[in-house]
């Protein structure tokens, strides 16, 4: 039986959301490491590229600025960006669906198949948070001079609200197996009323992962500097080591919130805790 309390019998607090986060964290992190690192991995696929294309010259050429820029019309690396955005949403999809079978003591096994037949969906999300996105940024990209300054102020705060009120839709199109529309509208259901809340509760959660990410990037520059002996290329392929590393370690943490926000905002906005409560002494 899961030693995790999910999901919740009551709404939790900011400092109990973070704290379900990080016990959901403890208990599914090693299971779900390898799909991690997968995941992480697959995002660098275009970097590691580009590392073995033009890493040296961009580290000890002059000319790094052109050197990028010709990178970036490679059409390997656009292919090998674009691969590797899908792979990482699967591989992420795959690390929530196996923390969800740990914390829910449901059958452990097969989430990287469920990943994939929900990998058309995952694309189409992802599309459609692109154009949302994009569309509160043309009417500023339209115009000019003080209006424009006062749209994009304007773009920005409704990105801001927006980001954090669809916030909530993979982990609903994952978990309830719902299509884009309906876990984009359904998000924004269940995060009306609770911006505030939630900003706070990603802002401390932000700021812990940047305080970890800072102490190992420190540590590992300080090698870095020490064992390449002043190859830049060297210090280069190091800090791509890192960046997996670190990825690999914080990804299971976003699901881990993700799950724990997703439970927390049910039982506010659905009644999930009565629910439960009724099915207990039945």
């Avoid at 999809?93 to 198949?113: C, H, K, M, P, Y």
Wanted: aromatic share 6%; glycine share 10%.
């Amino acid at each position: 039986m899961s030693i995790v309390p999910y999901p919740p019998q009551r709404p939790l607090s900011v400092g109990e959301v973070l704290d379900l986060s990080f016990r959901i964290y403890r208990v599914t992190f090693a299971k779900c490491l390898l799909f991690a690192t997968c995941g992480v991995i697959a995002g660098q696929l275009a970097g590691i590229y580009a590392l073995i294309r033009g890493g040296r010259n961009l580290a000890q050429s002059s000319a790094g600025a052109a050197a990028m820029l010709a990178l970036m019309q490679d059409r390997t690396l656009v292919a090998l960006y674009i691969v590797g955005l899908v792979l990482t949403l699967i591989f992420y999809a795959a690390v929530l669906l196996r923390q969800r079978a740990i914390i829910s003591d449901g059958a452990v096994g097969g989430e990287l198949t469920a990943a994939l037949r929900r990998g058309p969906a995952l694309v189409g999300l992802l599309i459609l948070i692109g154009l949302g996105l994009l569309a509160c940024c043309v009417p500023a990209l339209l115009t000019s001079g003080t209006l424009r300054a006062l749209l994009i102020v304007a773009a920005l705060l409704v990105l801001g609200y927006a980001l954090v009120a669809i916030s909530c839709a993979m982990t609903v199109l994952l978990v309830e197996d719902a299509g884009p529309a309906a876990s984009l509208a359904r998000s924004w259901r269940l995060t009306t009323g609770s911006f505030w809340r939630l900003s706070v509760i990603y802002t401390v959660a932000l700021i812990i992962l940047i305080a970890l990410e800072l102490v190992i990037g420190s540590v590992a520059g300080f090698l870095a500097g020490a064992l390449a002996h002043g190859d830049l290329a060297v210090v280069t392929a190091f800090a791509e080591v890192i960046g997996i590393i670190l990825g690999a370690l914080v990804t299971p943490f976003y699901g881990a919130l993700a799950l724990a926000v997703l439970a927390d905002l049910r039982v506010r906005k659905e009644g999930a805790d009565l629910a439960q409560r009724i099915s207990a002494t039945a």
